[in-house]
């Protein structure tokens, strides 16, 4: 996508090749003007709103190729969207938006222990099909099943079992790949592995459409799951033991601190163990011993279940996100940090903290921060404009935690706010 020229061939021509695309496709070609083209240029993500010259709502890989070959023979940009969930960069008069959202459904194969599913399905789609194949097999999928599997595997894929089983990008076993042009390739460990790997670099985010992906899943037993909540005020004391103690996590716990706006605020250690239930009984009954919690969820759960942990909309949302790794939490990031759970305004946001290190940095790929302990993420509901007051609070709140030395540099891509609208650090940037 980078680098295409913007579109040339205008007027009759353009205009009967539309119609070609049109009669070629089998899901439809919107033009501007045409009634459905306003409600299909946005996706969850209400911030990005696309403007391409045409959107083409493809359902399967003959529709990406028809369309590929269109912005080809046409010098257009092409802009894809699943979910819109996103670090999607606005499509404009010089792009067509492929929209692969319609390309879903999931295949479960239990000779290999996989799933494939298409271009523009979600987690929710896997998780359903391996349940229904009742192999005591889970998919390792980011915390929540409302993104798009490919669009999240493209930039790693972090969720509830990433220490113990690494990101969702290294389960990726096989691809379909329309390539700008139209030309589609079969990639797999045996066949065009260069393909797979460039795909599980990220390198193929801005460039080929995936029309299919196969997913590896893995055998895991019941899980130690849940959530302590403590009171709003202890925010501050949470966050620094939190982070004194990261030394002392087992090595197949994945766990993160929450804080939201109230009333009546939440400060919530919420924590997956896919190791021994004991081992991670052992540390949860650490936190128990440490402070009186006001609320214990934790229990013994299937792993098929953990996607239950997840409580982020579901529903579209403008949301404004900032994003940094850190090296650890200072004194200054955590006053920083630490008032969103104390903050009276439910506007004022959700403040997440991962630990991210262990098996997630030695599978990651280039996003992935090799001195960064923590992962933040900072979202809040916003307006869309480009200048809106919610998206500059959250830049500026991003510019004094860099100033406290806490974070490194770069980003994960998954996290990073729409290309288009991006305040600080550029998507996928490594110092
Ligand atoms: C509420 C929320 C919760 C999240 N939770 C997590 C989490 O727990 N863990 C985590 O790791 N991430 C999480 N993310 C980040 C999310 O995984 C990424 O933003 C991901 O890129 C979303 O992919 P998508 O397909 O759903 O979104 P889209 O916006 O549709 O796509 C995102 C990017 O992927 C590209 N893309 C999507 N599908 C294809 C395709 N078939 N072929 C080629 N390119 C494609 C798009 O072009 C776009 O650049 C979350 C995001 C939100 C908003």
């Keep these: 996508v980078a680098g295409a020229a ?97 390309i879903r459904g999931a295949r479960f194969d239990g000779r290999t222990g996989t ?6 399905a979600r987690w929710t789609s896997i998780a359903v099909a391996a349940a229904r194949a ?42 379909e790949v329309v390539l700008p042009g139209g030309e589609t390739v079969d990639a797999g460990l045996e066949r065009h592995p260069e393909v797979l790997w460039a795909l599980r670099a990220g390198a193929t985010h801005t460039r080929g459409v995936i029309t299919a992906l196969t997913v590896r899943l893995v055998p895991q037993p019941d899980v130690y799951a849940g959530e302590l909540r403590f009171p709003a005020e202890m925010a501050p004391e949470v966050l620094a033991r939190y982070d004194e103690r990261l030394a002392e996590v087992p090595p197949e716990l994945t766990s993160s601190v929450v804080l939201e706006a109230g009333p009546p605020g939440r400060v919530a250690l919420r924590a997956c163990h896919a190791g021994r239930i004991s081992e991670g009984r052992a540390w949860v009954d650490g936190w128990r011993r440490w402070a009186a919690v006001a609320d214990d969820r934790f229990t013994v759960r299937p792993a098929a279940s953990i996607a239950s942990l997840d409580d982020e909309p579901v529903a579209p949302t403008a949301l404004a996100t900032r994003t940094a790794w850190l090296r650890s939490l200072c004194d200054d990031a955590i006053s920083l940090l630490a008032p969103a759970a104390f903050a009276r305004d439910p506007a004022a946001g959700r403040v997440e903290v991962r630990h991210v290190d262990g098996a997630v940095t030695a599978g990651g790929g280039p996003e992935l921060h090799e001195s960064s302990a923590l992962l933040l993420r900072v979202t809040a509901t916003a307006g869309t404009g480009a200048a809106d007051p919610v998206e500059r609070r959250l830049a500026a709140l991003h510019a004094d935690l860099v100033a406290t030395g806490a974070t490194t540099s770069g980003a994960y891509a998954g996290f990073a706010a729409p290309c288009g609208l991006a305040i600080g650090a550029p998507v996928g940037a490594r110092g």
Excluded: K
């Excluded at 046409?74 to 929209?99: E, K, S």
């Excluded at 799933?115 to 523009?120: E, F, N, S």
């Design 6 to 102: 913007p579109g040339r061939s205008g007027g009759v021509t353009e205009q009967g090749h539309l119609s070609l695309l049109r009669a070629a496709s089998s899901g439809a070609v919107l033009a501007p003007g045409d009634a459905a083209y306003d409600a299909h240029r946005v996706g969850w993500n209400r911030r990005v709103v696309h403007r391409p010259r045409a959107i083409v709502l493809a359902h399967d890989a003959h529709d990406v190729v028809a369309a590929l070959e269109f912005a080809e023979r046409h010098q257009l940009d092409h802009v894809v969207q699943a979910t819109g969930h996103g670090p999607v960069r606005p499509a404009g008069a010089d792009a067509i938006l492929v929209d692969v959202s319609g």
């Design 115 to 120: 799933a494939t599913v298409g271009g523009g």
């Design 134 to 175: 009742r192999a005591g097999l889970v998919a390792v999928a980011p915390a929540h099943h409302h993104v798009g599997v490919a669009g999240s595997a493209l930039v790693g894929g972090f969720g509830w079992l990433a220490r113990a089983h690494g990101l969702s990008r290294d389960h990726v076993v096989g691809a």
